[in-house]
């Protein structure tokens, strides 16, 4: 069993920065890819950004390409995503999810999930 909880949200304008925290506990954390995804009001839930448990190897969502970057810091259980040049189209609850020894994008692929985060971006 892992436990996840997102810091990090809040409200910026537009072309700001914010810096996503998810920490977790439990089993082994440096044997899970982890991924941020977020939900927008009326849309479904789409990935952000991966990274993998093996090698570190990174995915990104086109929306996040050059603007986003994922990070891990195995010693302290935490993924992270920095956020710059954030648009009001980045408004949703980020969410981060474990994936125990697999690597994909897909949101029915990772077992445990953390409660979100909001980030508002005003224009």
């Known amino acids: 069993q892992v436990q996840l909880v997102e810091s990090g949200g809040g409200l910026v304008q537009a072309g700001g920065s914010l810096r996503l925290s998810c920490a977790a506990s439990g089993r082994t954390f440096s044997s899970y890819s982890m991924g941020w995804f977020r939900q927008a009001p009326g849309k479904e839930r789409e990935i952000v950004a991966a990274i993998s448990w093996r090698d570190g190897s990174t995915f990104y969502a086109d929306s996040a390409k050059g603007r986003f970057t994922i990070d891990r810091d195995n010693a302290k259980s935490t993924v992270y995503l920095q956020m710059n040049s954030l648009k009001p189209e980045d408004t949703a609850i980020y969410s981060c999810?474990?994936?125990?020894?697999?690597?994909?994008?897909?949101?029915?692929?990772?077992?445990?999930w953390g409660q979100g985060t909001q980030v508002t971006v005003s224009s």
């Open positions: 999810a474990a994936n125990y020894r697999h690597w994909g994008t897909r949101a029915t692929m990772y077992d445990y």
